[in-house]
Nanobody, 121 residues
Framework: QVQLVESGGGLVQPGGSLRLSCAAS????????MGWYRQAPGKQRELVAA???????TYADSVKGRFTISRDNAKNTVYLQMNHLKPKDTAVYYC???????????????WGQGTQVTDSS
């Protein structure tokens, strides 16, 4: 069993900040790319940011300069620091991890349950 548990979402004022966390637990042999996606009402899920095992990062254009993704490999945890939040950032944020379990020779994607981020404007 593998679980991704997210925390840190909530209601924030315009221009405010939030920090999301996602911890992967369970039977994990190798943890590769970890990332954050979001889905606003009526829209498709989109990539917000991702980070490789070697700390290479990628960001959606809409969040560059405002959001920072990081990871703690010792804790199998990925973070998303969100600053200068805007109304358009309101969405459910999902953690994603590509990992390989001990009994498998290939990696699979796992998802968290989602955490709501709402701009209060």
């Amino acid at each position: 069993q593998v679980q991704l548990v997210e925390s840190g979402g909530g209601l924030v004022q315009p221009g405010g900040s939030l920090r999301l966390s996602c911890a992967a637990s369970g039977s994990i042999n190798s943890l590769y790319v970890m990332g954050w996606y979001r889905q606003a009402p009526g829209k498709q899920r989109e990539l917000v940011a991702a980070i490789s095992g070697g700390d290479t990062t990628t960001y959606a254009d809409s969040v560059k300069g405002r959001f920072t993704i990081s990871r703690d490999n010792a804790k199998n945890t990925v973070y998303l620091q969100m600053n200068h939040l805007k109304p358009k950032d309101t969405a459910v944020y999902y953690c994603n991890a590509r990992l390989r379990r001990p009994t498998m020779t290939f990696a699979l994607d796992y998802w968290g349950q989602g955490t709501q981020v709402t701009d209060s404007s």
